[in-house]
């Protein structure tokens, strides 16, 4: 990759960036890259200023399967991203991840007086070393003070979370928020010939769907190789955050228990791990330099 691109700083006077309803001119805006740490999470900012998350480049030789990119502030995560889901290219002996805007809340990181912001990447529980590249934008201290004091509380996003199984027959969580649908990760799914979810709702149990081969292929998103999305809507929403592409959503907190059951050509599959990626409503509050997430994930 090539760093001259990095490092280097670029004023633009007479831009206006809209941040809920509110313009602000930023300063500068830069671009950089920071190294993570192999034992703990990497603080990279707090209070004033916003960036956004563009790649992650991990040499080939410390790769772990299964990693998850997390971004976290002090009162708790904000998303899991699988880079299972990211587009990937091989650069020298690199592996460098795509990351793209709708995988994050509107305003990553902006004025956020009280919280330290972290990332981590994880394989389970070990960190994995890799390089981050951001764009960072600056604002004056007189913006960041008007920013502070002003509420953000409507800024929502869509939360991913990975659940790992080893059978065919899977109970999703649902937490307490909407999901929109769900991505399914096994290195056997193209030989997938039966996908079907049962809910059950106050002690009913319901056959909500049940796709056959032609069907999973006219209903479903292929992502890559080894990943399927299915959303409940059956469209091809992974990449639309905003509120209006919950409507066909499963309210989890009217749902007892939620179950996929996945049938393989052979009876293949099974006794491989499959990955479940559900993305689910949330909001990231912002409140006088404070933010949290409104709805809880199991």
Known sequence: MDNSAFHQLMIFPNIDLKHSMIKIKPQAVSFDEIIWKTDKDTVIGRCGDEFKFKYISIDINSYKDNLTFIFLISTGIIQEIPLSLCQKEYIDDKI???LEDYMFPPIIHLSLAYHETSVSLKSGDEY??????????YFSQNTNKEIANKNFNFCDYQYMKTYYFNKCEIDIPQGSSFMKGFFIRNQNIKYLKNLKIK???Q??????FDFNKTQIQMFTTK???DCIY???SGKDDHKNSSQTCFNSSVYGARVDKMTLFLEFEGNIGCDIDTAITTLTYNVLQYLNGMAGTKYYIE
């Not at 002690?203 to 909500?208: A, D, L, Q, S």
Request: charged share 25%.
């Open 128 to 137: 994995n070393e890799a390089i981050v590249g951001i764009e960072k934008i």
């Open 223 to 225: 992502i890559n190789q």
């Open 199 to 201: 809910l059950r709702i």
């Open 96 to 98: 460098v991840f795509k």
């Open 203 to 208: 002690g009913n149990e319901y056959t909500r």
């Open 230 to 232: 299915f959303a409940f």
